[in-house]
């Protein structure tokens, strides 16, 4: 049956504004299992993975060696951060975006909103919290992916997979999609005051490593405007802290494969700086909402390795936004400018005034 998961409408209660927040996902447990369910939905997704080959080779690859090796040690890495909040907080990504949803939805008045958490892989799907929605008869949806730098691979990845949903809906809601926020004034401010509490604690270091999750340079040239995203966001962070073009490097970590991804690497940086004669860095990752196995491990440790072996003598990671009070502002602000002709919403609503920036 097409029209699937319907129900008498109830035309005569009142409707609401329907928010999904939506990050990447994570897997259940940090177990060979658990990641292999979660791999591969991933990366069997052609808005992640646009294979050179034949999709049918590509699927025999991935199901008959990726799927079979990679598991096992994503698991180990993934053990090093489960429950990085504390005992019993699990995933650190599902932890922190539980903590958004949250905030957000005691900011949201209830009676005209309902606001749902999804992962575009893993739990909680995307399907389960749309439904979540439908269920408080919800006539508009606003879609925030909570990535701030334009990708098919993440924030196309989510439209796909909310349109595939609202295919099985008879009453379908008006839509709105935040396609991204890379330069937004309030998310650069919000970064600015993170990198300034870092260094009223830290002191500043010789050169701040801005580094993004990479994709591959093919998806460039074939017209993907993350990387300029990142460069963008980039620059207007440097300048709102007044550094100069040898004070920062923007940089791309988590490459995967043989084939050029966008560049310079993160790795590769860190490692060459100590020769140069920058000893002290630190880093950020503008493109993570939510601190996750990439930053925690993979910068926060990995990294940090790479460059001590070269040399480096003092490196620290800056945390990502997270449920800071100044990001929620930011992210209460975006849904703000995308609802507004929905049910006006200003910074004097009552659903605000809680908030107590420091």
């Given at each position: 049956?097409?029209?699937r998961?319907?129900?008498?409408?109830?035309?005569?209660?009142?409707?609401?504004?329907?928010?999904?927040?939506?990050?990447?996902?994570?897997?259940?447990?940090?177990?060979?299992?658990?990641?292999?369910?979660?791999?591969?939905p991933?990366l069997?997704?052609?808005?992640?993975?646009?294979?050179?080959?034949?999709?049918?080779?590509?699927?025999?690859?991935?199901?008959?060696?990726?799927?079979?090796?990679?598991?096992?040690?994503?698991?180990?890495?993934?053990?090093?951060?489960?429950?990085?909040?504390?005992?019993?907080?699990?995933?650190?990504?599902?932890?922190?975006s539980?903590?958004?949803?949250?905030?957000?939805?005691?900011?949201?008045?209830s009676?005209?909103y309902?606001?749902?958490?999804a992962?575009?892989?893993?739990?909680?799907?995307?399907?389960?919290?749309?439904?979540?929605?439908?269920?408080?008869?919800?006539?508009?949806?606003?879609?925030?992916?909570?990535?701030?730098?334009?990708?098919?691979?993440?924030?196309g990845?989510?439209f796909?997979?909310?349109?595939?949903?609202?295919?099985?809906?008879r009453?379908?809601?008006?839509?709105?999609?935040?396609?991204?926020?890379?330069d937004?004034?309030?998310?650069?401010d919000?970064?600015?005051?993170?990198?300034?509490?870092?260094?009223e604690?830290?002191?500043?270091?010789?050169q701040?490593?801005?580094?993004?999750?990479?994709?591959?340079?093919?998806y460039?040239?074939?017209?993907?405007?993350?990387?300029?995203?990142?460069?963008?966001t980039?620059?207007?962070l440097?300048?709102?802290?007044?550094l100069?073009?040898?004070?920062?490097?923007?940089?791309?970590?988590?490459?995967?494969g043989?084939?050029?991804?966008?560049?310079?690497?993160?790795?590769?940086?860190?490692?060459?700086?100590?020769?140069?004669?920058?000893?002290?860095?630190?880093?950020?990752?503008p493109?993570?909402?939510?601190?996750?196995?990439?930053?925690?491990?993979e910068?926060s440790?990995?990294?940090?390795?790479?460059?001590?072996?070269?040399g480096?003598?003092?490196y620290?990671y800056?945390?990502?936004?997270?449920?800071?009070?100044?990001?929620?502002?930011?992210l209460?602000?975006?849904?703000?400018?995308?609802?507004?002709?929905?049910?006006?919403?200003?910074?004097?609503?009552?659903a605000?005034?809680?908030?107590?920036?420091?």
């Amino acid at each position: 049956m097409r029209y699937r998961n319907t129900k008498p409408g109830d035309h005569g209660s009142a409707s609401k504004i329907g928010i999904l927040l939506v990050n990447l996902g994570t897997p259940d447990a940090p177990e060979a299992g658990a990641l292999r369910r979660y791999l591969k939905p991933f990366l069997s997704d052609p808005r992640v993975v646009e294979p050179t080959m034949p999709r049918w080779i590509w699927w025999l690859i991935l199901n008959g060696v990726i799927l079979n090796v990679r598991p096992s040690k994503s698991a180990k890495a993934y053990q090093t951060v489960w429950d990085h909040y504390g005992e019993g907080t699990g995933s650190p990504l599902l932890h922190v975006s539980q903590l958004q949803h949250q905030a957000i939805s005691d900011a949201l008045d209830s009676d005209h909103y309902a606001c749902a958490l999804a992962m575009s892989y893993g739990n909680p799907s995307i399907q389960k919290a749309m439904l979540e929605l439908k269920d408080q008869n919800i006539s508009q949806l606003l879609v925030l992916p909570l990535y701030p730098q334009y990708s098919a691979t993440t924030t196309g990845a989510v439209f796909d997979a909310v349109t595939k949903e609202l295919q099985t809906w008879r009453q379908l809601p008006e839509l709105r999609f935040v396609n991204q926020y890379h330069d937004d004034p309030l998310y650069i401010d919000a970064l600015k005051q993170s990198v300034l509490k870092h260094w009223e604690i830290n002191g500043q270091a010789d050169q701040l490593i801005m580094s993004f999750h990479g994709i591959p340079q093919r998806y460039l040239n074939n017209g993907d405007p993350y990387f300029c995203h990142c460069h963008k966001t980039g620059r207007l962070l440097a300048e709102t802290l007044g550094l100069s073009k040898e004070q920062y490097q923007v940089t791309f970590q988590s490459i995967f494969g043989r084939e050029p991804w966008l560049q310079p690497y993160t790795n590769e940086t860190l490692k060459a700086l100590p020769g140069k004669g920058i000893k002290n860095v630190q880093l950020i990752c503008p493109g993570f909402s939510a601190d996750c196995l990439e930053t925690l491990e993979e910068i926060s440790v990995e990294n940090r390795e790479y460059f001590e072996e070269a040399g480096g003598k003092e490196y620290s990671y800056i945390p990502a936004l997270n449920d800071n009070q100044v990001h929620i502002k930011t992210l209460l602000s975006v849904i703000e400018k995308h609802t507004v002709n929905w049910k006006p919403v200003s910074p004097n609503h009552k659903a605000y005034q809680h908030i107590k920036l420091k």
